[in-house]
């Protein structure tokens, strides 16, 4: 399974540059622009033959202002930190609003989720406390400072025109930045998300391999084996068989469990591979799904058989319960086979819900007893039943015809594919 790799060393020693680079210019930019409107602030500076010259307080002003640009460092991880510098040199130290539009910025890009629109909005709040400030000052402002040849009202206008071209610029580089930034992010986004495609496409194709071997193991081989395993078990409690024959009848009947077993197995090797997300199996060991498919068998054999299988539940059942349920079915068509006369017709009767339970009733005629089992049979179903929570009853009713009755519980949901797709089943053959 290929993944995407991880952002190269050379791009992310690019990021940092840039980084290292973007930071130390708006470093350089507050406490260049802090020194210029440090003459602007009452006593910071004092005439003297025909020159401005700093005061003790000036010099203070500017050693606080160049010390607190450094907070523009933390913008991108610390913003509040960055936000609290700049609202430092607005309100405290008096000063412009250079490293506010800068924060303004650097959160449009980098911070995530509605907080950015606060602390944008500080920012730009500070930026206009600045340029009011100023405006107030007249021909004590910064602009009137730098440009003193300009008209009062002059400066003041480009002032603000200063200060709003400069709130322009940080909101459309903010917003420039975050959309690339998205935009980049969607892109590695959509690489992962082809090479996820790209690698579940490929699972999903062994899968689908895998369930088909497995599903035409099932239901091929499995159901020759269990057409053996009938046919064999008929023959073995036939009463003119040799004890020779009669021996090889039971080792064929032992083969027959046997090799199924082994299919079985088989089957769960072939789906190991699944990993843990597949629950259970992709295909169940046999339930009350194949009923239909054993009655057919049953009928191949030469076997007349009157069936009804009806299960209106709208939950699956359990896999313990779902494979007990079809055992016993089994076992007790296996039984009837052997013991009914040719021309009789078996009678089965498959029935459930969730409230009733299942119900399985199979009836044959008793014959003339010539066909002599091994008397287990019945003790073998009912404490398959009983094991399951539910209780079997056999023998011959009024009618003098032999009949096996199975009820079992429906339980709960069950916890891996195999009950669901004997529910599947269920309802695709009505």
């Known amino acids: 399974m290929s993944v995407p790799l991880a952002p190269s060393r050379s791009r992310r020693a690019l990021r940092v540059a840039a980084f290292v680079v973007t930071s130390t210019l708006g470093v350089v930019a507050i406490a260049l622009v802090a020194t210029l409107s440090v003459a602007a602030v009452p006593g910071a500076t004092q005439p003297a033959a025909g020159r401005l010259e700093i005061t003790g307080m000036g010099v203070v002003l500017w050693l606080g202002a160049i010390v ?17 510098g700049a609202a430092v040199l607005v309100l405290a130290l008096q ?11 650097s959160v449009l ?69 975050r959309a690339s930034t998205r935009a980049r992010r969607a892109e590695v986004d959509a690489e992962r998300s082809e090479h996820r ?83 259970g199996g992709m295909l169940p060991e046999r339930g009350l799904a194949d009923a239909v498919a054993l009655v057919h068998d049953a009928r191949a054999a030469g076997h007349r058989i009157d069936a009804g299988i009806v299960l209106t539940g709208t939950s699956p059942l359990t896999p313990a319960i779902d494979r007990t349920a079809y055992w016993i079915l089994s076992e007790a068509l296996t039984n009837a086979a052997k013991h009914a006369p040719p021309a009789d017709v078996i009678a089965v009767t498959v029935s459930g819900d969730e409230r009733a339970g299942i119900r399985i009733v199979v009836e044959n005629a008793v014959g003339d007893g010539s066909a002599v089992g091994s008397g287990t049979g019945v003790a073998r179903m009912r404490s398959q039943a009983v094991a399951a929570g539910g209780s079997l009853s056999a023998g011959a009713d009024e009618r003098g015809r032999f009949r096996v009755e199975a009820r079992l519980p429906w339980a709960g949901p069950g916890a891996d594919l195999g009950s669901v797709r004997a529910h599947q089943d269920r309802d695709r053959r009505g």
């Open 68 to 84: 607190v640009a450094c907070s523009f460092l933390a913008r991108r991880r610390l913003p509040w930190v960055a936000l609290a």
């Open 95 to 105: 000063l412009d609003g250079t490293a506010a539009i800068l924060v303004l910025g």
């Open 109 to 177: 890009a980098h911070v995530r989720g509605r907080i950015r629109w606060v602390q944008a909005g500080i920012a730009a709040a500070l930026v206009v406390v600045a340029v009011v400030r100023d405006a107030l000052r007249g021909a004590d402002g910064v602009v009137p400072f730098l440009l003193p040849r300009e008209a009062p009202a002059t400066a003041v206008a480009l002032s603000i025109v200063l200060a709003g071209t400069g709130l322009v610029l940080a909101v459309a580089y903010g917003l420039i930045v």
């Open 197 to 279: 495609a790209g690698a579940l496409a490929e699972r999903l194709d062994v899968v689908d391999r895998r369930a088909e071997l497995s599903q035409a193991m099932h239901d091929g081989v499995a159901r020759t084996l269990t057409h053996v395993h009938l046919q064999a078990a008929v023959l073995r409690d036939q009463a003119d068989l040799t004890p020779h024959a009669r021996a090889t009848a039971d080792e064929l009947v032992a083969q027959a469990r046997r090799a199924s077993i082994e299919l079985q197995d088989v089957q769960r090797a072939i789906e190991a591979d699944f990993g843990p997300q597949a629950p």
